[in-house]
Structures are given as C-alpha cells and as structure tokens.
C-alpha cells in the first residue's frame, strides 16, 4: 500500500510517499520533500502550483490514499485561511485521482508516533527517523541539511505513518 502524507502550508508544504507491503517490518519513505511557493507570487499562483505540484506526484507514484493533517486554529487567522485553502486544493486534487482521504490531528500524529498525545515537536521528529529510513540519497531527490525544510518533510512522513497505523487497527 502507498500513501501520500501532507503536512499542509501554502509557503511550505511537507510531501511524503510511503510503501509498506505484505512481509514488510517498517514503511518505507519512496519520496520526500518541502515543496516551496513563492511569497512573491499572488495567493491564487501559489495555490495553482500546490495544486499542479500534488497532481504529479499522485501520477508518478500513484498512492491509494492521502493522509493530510486536520486544520487546527492559532491567533492569526489570515494564515488558518491561506492554510484551509490550500488543504482544499489538496484534498481537491487528491478526490479528482481517486484517492482516498485520511485525516489526523496533531493528538493523533502524535499518539501514532511516539505513543504519547502532548509529545513535544522534538520527540516526534526522532521517532519518525527511527521508525522509517529517511537518509537513503536514493529517496530524497534534493539533500536537505536537517533542519527547517526537513521538519516539514518529517511532518508528512509522520501524518503517513499515521494512516498505516490507524489502518492497521481497522479505525
């Protein structure tokens, strides 16, 4: 099974496929990447690239389901609606190739990774990279040093893994 993991953003979208077969122990990271939107471009520019961006990685790698992080709120609330919108063009794109749709909290990324709902950022990014082999070359097209870019790019990893366990138990 493969599954495309989003960690939603307009500037900065965290994009994972993973694949666990039948026999596999661990999941296996086929892709990552942050994929940057200009914040020179108008809204609707950027909104049209994540859109076009989600469309070919669902070609090339074909996923079963999309697994994408629930909107949760802040006090800006100009970000929270850049940030449904561009969930909306996700989950648009992702329903027009078949996908199924997977939705996790931040409890429950959180919970599926590290066992504990109020894990700290810092202990979910180290147990995504214990959980799954992230520093394969052959995986990750661009280098990134770890840092900025990489935390979205485990974020999605870890919104996947969620999927895969909660598929696991049947929820």
Same mark, same amino acid.
């Given at each position: @099974?493969?599954? !495309?993991?989003?960690? $939603?953003?307009?500037?900065?979208?965290?994009? *994972?496929?993973?694949?666990?077969? %039948?026999?596999?122990?661990?999941?296996?990271?086929?892709?990552?990447? =942050?994929? +940057? #939107?200009?914040?020179?471009?108008?809204?609707?520019?950027?909104?049209?690239?994540?859109?076009?961006?989600?469309?070919?990685?669902?070609?090339?790698?074909? $996923?079963?389901?999309?697994?994408?992080?629930?909107?949760?709120?802040? #006090?800006? +609330?100009? #970000? /929270? @609606?850049?940030?449904?919108?561009?969930?909306? &063009?996700?989950?648009?794109?992702?329903? =027009?190739?078949? !996908?199924?749709?997977?939705?996790?909290?931040? $409890?429950?990324?959180?919970?599926?990774?590290?066992?504990?709902?109020?894990?700290?950022?810092?202990?979910?990014?180290?147990?995504?990279?214990?959980? &799954?082999?992230?520093?394969?070359?052959?995986?990750? $097209? %661009?280098?990134?040093? /770890?840092?900025?870019?990489?935390?979205?790019?485990?974020?999605?990893?870890?919104? *996947?893994?969620?999927?895969?366990?909660?598929?696991?138990?049947?929820?």
């Amino acid at each position: @099974m493969r599954i !495309l993991g989003i960690d $939603p953003g307009y500037e900065r979208l965290g994009i *994972a496929v993973l694949e666990k077969n %039948n026999g596999d122990k661990k999941e296996k990271v086929l892709f990552s990447k =942050c994929f +940057h #939107t200009s914040t020179k471009l108008e809204f609707s520019e950027r909104l049209f690239l994540i859109g076009k961006e989600i469309k070919n990685i669902i070609k090339k790698f074909k $996923p079963e389901i999309l697994a994408i992080e629930t909107l949760f709120l802040n #006090t800006n +609330h100009k #970000t /929270v @609606m850049h940030v449904a919108e561009a969930r909306g &063009v996700i989950l648009y794109e992702a329903s =027009c190739c078949g !996908l199924k749709i997977f939705e996790a909290s931040p $409890p429950q990324i959180k919970i599926a990774t590290t066992g504990y709902g109020k894990a700290n950022k810092e202990q979910v990014m180290k147990m995504v990279k214990i959980l &799954v082999d992230i520093n394969n070359k052959k995986t990750r $097209p %661009n280098d990134h040093s /770890v840092g900025r870019e990489s935390d979205d790019e485990l974020d999605a990893i870890a919104i *996947a893994l969620t999927a895969f366990a909660c598929i696991k138990k049947g929820q």
